[in-house]
C-alpha cells in the first residue's frame, strides 16, 4: 500500500517538479500547426535550454481563427494566441480577455507573418481559372472558408472584393458583383483553411480561395491535387500575436516575452519562410523559390483597417446584400 501511495504522489514531490519542464500555452489558428510544433518551437527549445538549461514543453490547439477566438473568450488558460485577423484580437479585447491593444506594442505592431490570398485549381487548370473574375464563369464549384468560424474567409471576401475594386474605373458595384459571382458558385463551406484544404484534396470543388502558404505546404508535401493560380491584384493576409496577460503568472514573464521575441528573430523568420509564409523582413522572403509574383499586393490598411472593413466589406456588401440577393 505504501509503495502505491508513493507512485501517486510521486510526481508531486518537491524533487520532482523541480525536474518538470516549463510549459508555454498557445492557441493559433489552423494553418500554423506544423511550423509552430515542427519547425518553431523545437528551434525555441533548443535556444532556451542553451541559454538557460531548462527545458520547455508547447502545450497547443490549433482550429479556425474564430474558433480560437471564441475558445479564448470563454476562457481557456492559453497564454499567447496567434490570429488570423487582427479583428479577432480587437474581439478579444472587446470581451475583456485582454485589457488594451497590447499586440499594437510588439514588433510590425503584432503581425508575425504574411501571406497572399490565392485560388487553388485542379491539374492543368480545367476550368481556365486565371484571376478572381474566372471563378464567377458558370459550372466552377467553389471550395470557401466559413466567415462565422474562420479568418481565412473573411480575408477571402476582402481580397475577393478588392481586386474587382482596385481595376481601373472600378468601384464599390464592381466589387460587389465579384463578391455576387464567386458566392453563387460556392458549392461547400469548411470551419478552418486546413479543413477547406482537406475537403478539396478529398475531390470537393473545381477551386479553393485559400493562403498561399497553404498551397505551398501541400505542394512541399507531395501533393499532385492541385496548381496554384496568383490572382493579379489579392490581399496578403497579416497575422497577430496577442499576449493573454492575465493568464501569465509573475514567473512565467521572463519564459513568456523570450518566445514572443523569438518569433520576429531572423531565425524565426527563416523558419516561416522555409515553410511558406512570407517575412515581415521583406529581404528574407527572396529565399523560398516557390514564392508567386502578384502584380498587384494589397494590404487591409488599404481599406482603412479591420474594423472599417468588416463594417463596410464583409457585414454591408457581403452579409447584408449579397446573401440577401442570392437566396433562393
Known amino acids: 500500500m505504501l509503495a502505491l501511495v508513493l507512485w501517486t504522489i510521486w510526481p508531486w514531490l518537491p524533487s520532482q517538479r523541480s525536474n518538470r519542464p516549463r510549459t508555454i500555452v498557445l492557441y493559433g489558428f489552423s494553418i500554423l500547426e506544423p511550423v509552430i510544433t515542427r519547425g518553431i518551437f523545437p528551434a525555441f527549445q533548443k535556444k532556451w535550454m542553451a541559454e538557460t538549461g531548462q527545458s520547455v514543453e508547447l502545450i497547443s490547439s490549433f482550429g479556425g481563427s474564430g474558433t480560437v477566438t471564441n475558445q479564448l473568450i ?31 506594442e510588439l514588433p510590425h505592431k503584432g503581425v508575425i507573418n504574411r501571406t497572399p490570398f490565392i485560388i487553388q485549381v485542379r491539374p492543368g487548370n480545367p476550368k481556365k481559372i486565371h484571376d478572381f473574375s474566372g471563378l464567377i464563369q458558370p459550372g466552377v464549384r467553389i471550395v470557401h472558408t466559413d466567415p462565422l468560424t474562420s479568418g481565412a474567409a473573411n480575408w477571402a471576401i476582402v481580397a475577393e472584393y478588392g481586386a474587382a475594386v482596385r481595376q481601373p474605373g472600378s468601384g464599390p458595384d464592381a466589387g460587389r458583383s465579384m463578391l455576387r459571382g464567386i458566392w453563387r458558385n460556392v458549392v461547400v463551406q469548411a470551419g478552418s483553411g486546413r479543413a477547406a484544404r482537406t475537403q ?21 508535401r507531395g501533393s499532385s491535387r492541385l496548381e496554384i493560380v ?23 514573464e521572463k519564459l513568456i516575452k523570450a518566445f514572443v521575441d523569438f518569433l520576429w528573430s531572423e531565425e524565426a523568420q527563416r523558419i516561416f519562410v522555409e515553410s511558406g509564409f512570407r517575412s515581415v523582413d521583406e ?9 508567386g509574383h502578384i502584380h498587384d499586393p494589397f494590404f487591409i490598411d488599404d481599406f482603412g483597417g479591420w474594423q472599417k472593413a468588416k463594417l463596410s466589406i464583409i457585414d454591408d456588401i457581403w452579409r447584408n446584400r449579397v446573401l440577401k440577393e442570392l437566396k433562393p
Open 74 to 104: 470563454m476562457g481557456v488558460p492559453a497564454e499567447i494566441a496567434i490570429l488570423s485577423t487582427e479583428l479577432d484580437a480587437q474581439r478579444l479585447k472587446k470581451a475583456g480577455v485582454i485589457r488594451t491593444e497590447t499586440w499594437k
Open 230 to 252: 496568383y490572382p493579379r491584384s489579392t490581399i496578403l493576409s497579416e497575422h497577430t500575436v496577442v499576449v493573454i496577460d492575465s493568464h501569465v503568472s509573475g514567473k512565467e
Open 200 to 220: 478539396f484534396d478529398s475531390g470537393f470543388g473545381d477551386a479553393l480561395i485559400t493562403y498561399e502558404q497553404d498551397a505551398i505546404w501541400s505542394l512541399s
Open 283 to 291: 529581404r528574407l522572403n527572396s529565399s523560398n523559390p516557390r514564392f
